[in-house]
T-cell receptor
């Protein structure tokens, strides 16, 4: 079972570059989330989606955009990367109770 | 504004003993609470949950206790095993809001 799959697993960006992180889930879950994990900060919600075609802002949305064109995919975009966006990014999906997480994407912005 | 707080960044316990991880929350609207376990280079995995209508939930070696009046929950692991060494996150949600709010995490180390 694939569950939640994130692509890529690692990436190094230069300041100002753009990139898209892809999340795919095969559990037919309605809800999908993007979190970032930073030392001492836990997991903070960036954006989330409660269904295909919908998105909403979380706690720390600035500098990020998302799209949910298909139910199984949730994309996180960085239009102009900044060093403050160096983090580990986790995608998750849920049917409303516990969320299932991907393995994470380690992003470094230099 | 940290709505869910885990005030102990780390905890060290001897194998076979009880591990107790604590979590406090400030939002009285939270009515569903979860614990996740995370190994290095992996995503968090769901461990156990509790609804606000209960004060205790058990699953094998893991028990979660909820004290609504104190806005406090705890995770008990007994007996602790080396494989329990990981970072533990507590999380809270308002059912129907579809969002989980996480604490900062506690790194648990089980010593042989």
């Amino acid at each position: 079972n694939a569950g939640v799959t994130q692509t890529p697993k690692f990436r190094v960006l230069k300041t100002g570059q753009s990139m898209t992180l892809l999340c795919a889930q095969d559990m037919n879950h309605e809800y999908m989330y993007w979190y970032r994990q930073d030392p001492g900060m836990g997991l903070r919600l960036i954006h989330y989606s409660v269904g295909e075609g919908t998105t909403a802002k979380g706690e720390v949305p600035d500098g990020y955009n998302v799209s949910r064109l298909k139910k199984q995919n949730f994309l996180l975009g960085l239009e102009s990367a900044a060093p403050s966006q160096t983090s580990v990014y986790f995608c998750a999906s849920s049917m409303g109770t516990e969320a299932f997480f991907g393995q994470g994407t380690r992003l470094t912005v230099v | 504004d940290q709505q869910v707080k885990q005030n102990s960044p780390s905890l060290s316990v001897q194998e076979g003993r009880i591990s107790i991880l604590n979590c406090d929350y400030t939002n009285s609207m939270f009515d569903y609470f979860l614990w996740y376990k995370k190994y290095p280079a992996e995503g968090p995995t769901f461990l156990i949950s509790i609804s606000s209508i209960k004060d205790k939930n058990e699953d094998g070696r893991f028990t979660v206790f909820l004290n609504k009046s104190a806005k406090h929950l705890s995770l008990h692991i007994v007996p602790s095993q080396p494989g329990d060494s990981a970072v533990y996150f507590c999380a809270a949600s308002i059912q129907g809001a579809q969002k989980l709010v996480f604490g900062q995490g506690t790194r648990l180390t089980i010593n042989p």
